[in-house]
């Protein structure tokens, strides 16, 4: 009368292996980890034109899919002020808004990562050595779920402080109705 | 109705009957038999099984997180995979070990000792251990998957919140816990209404046995402190999934209410585990003291006591919130109270022990540990139930040893207790005296050496859930000390587990009574027939086995070839009406698993809350169809002779 | 009862701390109100342990009575003396638990009543892994913001004022007095006085996070004098670099991430997302009471802090050899 007679054992061994990977990564803390440098990305990316495929460089790719990346880059988000120009949420104010489809200078990983170092014209400054590598990707991380652009079991959930009253302003709950 | 066994002998041959009650009760055959059965002795089997591998698990848990905290700046785990251990080892030992294997035992126990053939709504039973069993797989599977909770058993908000704990961790915890809530409650009921309507004839509630007491008492607290903490969880998975402000302060929400509801379970909880150990130890003393018990009244007193004050203790573990001095002052004093009922309780055991002729078997052994054990937990609890003392004791390793030396001395050990009484009667087979004193020994010694350093440790500021320390404050000694206690109660458990198996593979035949015990369970066949008893017995005394007189009374006239019980009277227990159970099938199987696709699925989707309900309406059509046909309403009985 | 027990709780305290480097025990107090509970503490103590004995030792006898008999007792006489002895225990029970509840009242009471108008008064916020300790004074120029280490003034009584800024957190200092929780969207208040110089350990005693464990503070209680000399040595603005090694120093400070979420007054870094630097070097301890204020490990904890804090916010800072020394001999020039 052990549990081991439950039918369907192995199977389900075999596909608890099989998530336990992605699973694994979508909620792994990392804490000492290389981030991919900051000095590998090309500027602003201004024709959808390019020289052979692109190649996403799976350490970014990491992060866009790790929960705590996301969770951690809405922290810094608030911390380090993002919050004051395109409000809390990415709803906008003085500078853009960052949960819509509009992307003034590229939505990949990399371009976002080289707006948020390079800074840009008409206000965004550039973070260039002010913020830790790691965080920087991490805040890309969660300036991308912003707009759904992350998977969705990554998209931050509602923040315990004052909520924007607009509603689509609102932060994306996590179950979202297609 | 009520003849001699003499008389029935002789007008029915034994071996007739017997094989007809077999085809009637039997478990169906193969792998469809297993996950269909309805009796309740082969779910509870697999129940008590399944919660001790958790409790192995949980000891595992716990002995890295020892072998971590062994010396100052330990490397081998980092703060996440310790926060996620002790989270899964609170959990696990709480929702997946403690509360299941007392209501698991009782789910065996409680239909033989009132002398009824099986647990009332037996199909609801089996569903009850599907969905505890889809509640541990999810856990576990989280954990496996990097998944598993990390913000403790208790999940204080907001860190257990969607802003602090991003990811899937605490969904799974909440889940789980709905999974267990509602496998304990459907147990309840099942409990409530066996003990209360299907005690066998002459049990009235004064001759009601004290294990069945406590059952009943546990099964009303957790009628009413399981769905606070099914809201609590509830209202935190809103607040993670969909975005509500239950635990929000900025927008008006309150993180202290959590607590408030959380503990509004969770210390009721502690008792749930608690009152059954007493029943336990109240049924072991006599057999082993060779002895009526002494204050019957009391000891069942003490238990509604001891049922009605555990809800009036929850506030002693939020004493360093900040709460008003009056408020303080009420619960200080419900939590000093409660030492009363049990202190009647250990008066009771040890007057007992002291007018009888103690026979030191494992079972006595286990009890006199715990009674030491206990009496050490509770007076540290009184110390902790003290708001000043409290604030420094609080959250601290003072507080960890109080609470392992209730939770084992208090429960575990009367559980082993019980394991070893019970375990002739559920495999025929009896375990090793030497081992279990081995086993026993082990074990008292590894709680002692394991707990009593952290009551120091505590006082000298080590505080809980530590993922490590420096060498600076002298804690080094004494944590390698518990450390090496930890792997002491270790090798107790591996002795016992060598023990049941050597049991099992060769153990000594038991016999139907091998203590000279007083319950009905005792009456009848070691193991027990899946009908329980050829003949519902006629109960004469509170003492049923010691009590009965010569000629032996049964109840006749019930049918053999339907699965038919004796409804009795709540009081008096005289015979009310027959009633047929409904047979072994796979429908309580199918519902656990629509509710199991319900919640899982709704961590990620709420379209799960779509799916689930249809799978389960389908599953629950099956259900009602396949209860078998019965002949009209269920038929009076006549009046005992 | 109270001054025999307090005796009792201080010779546990001096069994216990025999060889124990830091300030950090209940039972060893420093302050009334921690002497109040330590004295309760010995009361318990004592009264448990005679409890125990005697429960433990009546069990005992029970067993070894019960073991010589030849036939178990029985019968009106034995049960009308059981029931006489079980009486007993009760009301004895009733007794004990009647004197500890009325203890614990008094206690509490004195606890409570500890409040005083014009004590100094401290607010602390507990952030995830850190205390930011800010002065409160009525004129707004004379509040000070300082983290991790609070100085005290002997003889003082001490209130303490306690928020939370994210998760609950909980402040407690066993050589002052007893812990009390940080919950958000409460303030919590609690008054102590350190009735002898030392520098009493405190940590954090509610789980908070990855970093519980190393989410410590100092309380350095001292003769008031020496506390006003702090106070306004700690009210002044950083000094200015002294060298160029330090006027590089602090370039570096300001011009890479350090400035994004450290205060040093007197510079344009005004961050609060973590610690307050302005008077770092004057700190015995950095990292929330982790690691001793020397140059060694500031150079660790700059360049590497996730290999001590694993989970903390502060980020790895990859410096050139000279540029480290520089912010080294900059944040050790901050008295």
């Known amino acids: 009368m052990t549990t081991s007679r439950l039918p369907g054992t192995i199977p389900a061994l075999a596909l608890l292996l099989l998530l336990a990977l992605a699973g694994c990564e979508r909620e792994r803390r990392s804490f000492r980890e290389t981030p991919p440098g900051a000095t590998a990305f090309p500027a602003v990316q201004t024709s959808e034109l390019q020289a052979g495929p692109r190649t996403v460089d799976p350490a970014v790719g990491a992060y866009q899919e790790n929960r705590w990346a996301v969770g951690q880059g809405y922290t810094f988000y608030v911390q380090y002020n993002c919050a004051g120009c395109h409000a809390p949420g990415g709803g906008g104010g003085m500078g853009p808004p960052l949960n819509d489809d509009e992307w003034i200078y590229g939505s990949d990983p990399e371009n976002v990562f080289a707006t948020i170092v390079e800074g840009r014209p008409n206000g965004m400054p550039s973070f260039r050595g002010r913020i830790d590598d790691a965080q920087l990707w991490q805040l890309v991380a969660y300036v991308r779920s912003m707009s759904g652009l992350t998977p969705r079991d990554t998209w931050p959930a509602r923040a315990d402080h004052m909520q924007e009253t607009r509603p689509e302003r609102e932060p994306r709950p996590q179950w979202q109705l297609p | 109705m009520a003849s001699t066994g003499a008389e029935v002998r002789e007008g029915l041959l034994d071996a007739e009957a017997r094989a007809e009650m077999e085809r009637t009760w039997r478990p169906r055959p193969g792998l469809y038999g297993w996950l269909a059965s309805t009796d309740h002795k082969s779910v509870a089997k697999r129940y008590v099984a399944t919660a001790f591998l958790f409790f192995i698990l949980g000891g595992l848990e716990a002995l890295l997180m020892r072998v971590q905290l062994a010396r100052p700046e330990n490397g081998l785990l980092d703060p996440d995979q310790y926060a996620q251990l002790f989270s899964m080892h609170g959990t696990t030992m709480m929702f997946l070990f403690g509360v299941p294997i007392q209501l698991a035992a009782a789910i065996y126990l409680v239909p033989l000792m009132v002398g009824t053939r099986n647990i009332s709504f037996p199909r609801l039973n089996a569903f009850g251990y599907w969905t505890y069993l889809v509640g541990g797989l999810l856990l576990y599977s989280g954990f496996a998957l990097n998944t598993g909770p990390d913000a403790g058993w208790f999940n204080y908000v907001p860190l257990a919140g969607p802003e602090y704990s991003p990811g899937k961790r605490i969904d799974v915890w909440a889940q789980t816990v709905t999974f267990t809530e509602i496998a304990a409650l459907v147990a309840a009921v099942e409990l409530i209404v066996t003990i209360l309507k299907q005690r066998a004839p002459g049990m009235s509630l004064n001759r009601v046995p004290l294990y069945v007491w406590s059952i009943l008492v546990t099964s009303f607290v957790v009628l009413f402190a399981m769905p606070s903490v099914a809201l609590a969880s509830l209202m935190l998975a809103f607040d993670r999934l969909v975005g509500t402000h239950y635990f929000n302060p900025a927008e008006g929400g309150d993180a202290l209410l959590w607590q408030h509801l959380f503990w509004f379970f969770g210390h009721p909880e502690v008792y749930i585990m608690f009152l059954p150990a007493t029943g336990f130890v109240s049924e072991i003393i006599p057999v082993f003291a060779r002895r009526r018990i002494f204050g019957h009244t009391a000891l069942v007193l003490a238990l509604v006591a001891t049922g009605f004050l555990s809800f009036g203790l929850w506030v002693h573990h939020m004493f360093t919130t900040g709460l008003p001095q009056l408020g303080q002052s009420f619960f200080t004093a419900a939590s000093v109270m409660i030492a009363i009922p049990n202190g009647v309780q250990v008066f009771c055991w040890i007057a007992t022990l002291w007018a009888g002729r103690p026979r030191f078997d494992t079972p006595l052994l286990f009890v006199l540990g715990f009674l030491v054990l206990f009496v050490m937990g509770g007076i540290t609890g009184v110390m902790v139930a003290s708001v000043p003392f409290d604030q420094q004791a609080h959250d601290t390793h003072f507080v960890v040893a109080h609470l392992h030396y209730v939770q084992i001395g208090a429960f575990v050990f009367p559980l082993f207790a019980a394991i070893y009484f019970w375990f002739p009667k559920v495999t025929g087979r009896m375990l090793s005296e030497t081992l279990g004193k081995w086993n026993f020994w082990l074990f008292f010694a590894g709680v002692n050496l394991t707990f009593f350093p952290l009551h120091f440790l505590g006082l000298m500021g080590m505080t809980r859930r530590v993922y490590t320390y420096l060498p600076e404050t002298g804690w080094g000694p004494l944590n390698l000390l518990a450390t090496v206690g930890a792997f002491t109660i270790a090798a107790s458990v591996a002795v016992f587990l060598a023990n049941v198996y050597r049991s099992l593979r060769s153990g000594r035949a038991a016999g139907d009574d091998p203590w000279g015990a007083h319950t009905l369970e005792w009456g009848t066949s070691s193991p027990p027939p899946s009908y329980n008893f050829l003949h519902v017995p006629v109960v004469q005394g509170l003492y049923a086995l010691w009590e009965r007189t010569p000629d032996r009374p049964v109840v006749t006239g019930m049918q053999t070839r339907r699965r038919e019980v004796l409804l009795t009277t709540v009081l008096d227990a005289t015979p009310d009406a027959r009633y047929e159970h409904p047979g072994p099938g796979l429908a309580p199987l199918y519902t656990a698993l629509g509710l199991g696709v319900t919640f899982i699925g709704a961590i990620f989707t709420p379209w799960a809350f779509v799916a689930g309900p249809v799978l389960m309406f389908g599953a629950l059509l099956h259900w009602f169809a396949t209860e078998e046909e019965k002949e009209g309403p269920p038929t009076h009985a006549e009046e005992p002779a | ?335």
């Open chain 3, 1 to 335: 009862m109270s001054a025999r027990a307090r005796r009792a709780a201080g010779l546990a305290a001096a069994v216990l701390l025999a060889g124990c480097g830091t300030n950090l025990s209940a039972v060893d107090p420093a302050g009334p109100q921690a002497a109040r509970i330590a004295g309760l503490a010995g009361f318990l103590t004592v009264a448990g342990s005679a409890v125990f004995l005697v429960v433990v030792g009546f069990l005992l006898y029970a067993v070894w009575r019960g073991h010589r008999r030849a036939e178990s007792a029985g019968g009106p006489e034995v049960e009308r003396r059981m029931a006489l002895w079980v009486g007993g225990g009760l009301a004895a029970t009733v007794a004990v638990l009647a004197a500890v509840l009325l203890h614990n009242l008094a206690t509490g009471r004195a606890l409570a009543a500890f409040a005083e108008p014009d004590a100094l008064v401290v607010r602390v916020t507990g952030q995830q892994w850190w205390w930011e300790v800010e002065y409160q004074d009525p004129s707004p120029h004379r509040r000070l913001l300082t983290a991790n280490e609070i100085h005290v003034p002997v003889g003082r009584r001490v209130r303490v004022e306690v928020e939370s800024s994210d998760v609950i957190h909980s402040f407690w200092v066993p050589n002052l007095h007893g812990k009390l929780d940080l919950i958000p969207g409460y303030s919590g208040v609690t008054y102590l006085r350190a009735d002898r110089p030392g520098v009493y350990h405190g940590r954090c005693a509610e789980y908070c996070g990855l970093q519980h464990a190393r989410m410590d503070l100092r309380v350095v209680a001292e003769p008031p004098e020496r506390f006003a000399a702090w106070y306004e040595a700690q009210l002044r603005a950083a000094p200015p670099p002294a060298d160029s090694l330090q006027q590089k120093g602090q370039q570096v400070f300001l011009t890479r991430k350090c400035a994004m979420c450290h205060t040093i007054r007197g510079t344009p870094a005004q961050s609060r997302i973590g610690p307050d630097l302005t008077h770092l070097a004057s700190r015995g301890t950095i990292a929330s009471g982790t690691l001793p204020n020397t140059r060694g490990h500031l150079a660790g904890w700059v360049v590497d802090p996730q290999r001590i804090k694993p989970g903390a916010r502060m980020p790895p800072n990859q410096l050139a050899s000279d540029e480290l020394h520089a912010l080294l001999d900059y944040l050790q020039s901050l008295k």
